[in-house]
């Protein structure tokens, strides 16, 4: 089992910036991929980041170039450096763990951009 909290969300002016952590626990060595996605209110939910076990990451077009996924050393943890913010950031952003057998969830964080 993997347990993944999110922590950082808070309410942002358009342009500022925000700093998302997702602490893992559990059976962390069991985990390929990292990342954080996001839903809107009355969308889906969209990926935002990925980060692999060897460090390689993607990133959703919307957010490449103001958003960077990061980790620590030990793999406990995963980081979103959110910059340049828009209000069409805002959003509940979730923490997900892959592993080979099932993906992990965290309860989400609430960002929101205002104009």
């Known amino acids: 089992q993997v347990q993944l909290v999110e922590s950082g969300g808070g309410l942002v002016q358009a342009g500022g910036s925000l700093r998302l952590s997702c602490a893992a626990s559990?059976?962390?060595?069991?985990?390929?991929?990292m990342g954080w996605y996001r839903q809107a209110p009355g969308m889906q939910r969209e990926l935002v980041a990925t980060?692999?076990?060897?460090?390689?990451?993607d990133y959703a077009d919307s957010v490449k170039g103001r958003f960077t996924i990061s980790r620590d050393n030990a793999k406990t943890a995963v980081y979103l450096a959110m910059n340049s913010l828009r209000p069409e950031d805002t959003a509940v952003y979730y923490c997900?763990?892959?592993?080979?057998?099932?993906?992990?969830w965290g309860q989400g964080t609430q960002v929101t951009v205002s104009s």
């Open positions: 997900r763990g892959t592993t080979f057998f099932k993906d992990y």
């Open positions: 559990g059976s962390i060595v069991s985990i390929n991929v």
């Open positions: 980060i692999s076990r060897g460090g390689s990451t």
